[in-house]
């Protein structure tokens, strides 16, 4: 993870962490040749992402063909969760 954030809003820095993810598929099926999940770290603007009160959030989406669009997805996640529009998920008690 990267030790900067790639955005900060309303007191939150956000991280992107992007995973290289293989599903498993039937052979016949067309294979990408990358595909990419990504979660976000989200903690308090200045505290260390590694701290306690730093939460991860996996993205609930489909996988991603470009490193890219993944992270510029997590963090406008990120963005929502803050926001109180992503169901099941806040940042309360950070």
Request: charged share 30%; aromatic share 10%; glycine share 8%.
């Amino acid at each position: 993870m990267d030790t900067s954030p790639s955005s900060s809003y309303k007191g939150f820095d956000f991280y992107p962490v992007v995973y290289r993810l293989d599903p498993p598929r039937e052979w016949y099926e067309r294979r990408p040749d990358r595909s990419y999940s990504a979660s976000v770290v989200i903690c308090r603007e200045g505290q260390d992402p590694a701290s306690e009160p730093a939460r991860k959030f996996p993205l609930r989406a489909e996988a991603w063909e470009d490193l890219g669009a993944a992270e510029r997805a997590a963090v406008m996640v990120g963005h929502d969760i803050v926001d109180g529009l992503v169901d099941g998920q806040d940042v309360s008690g950070m």
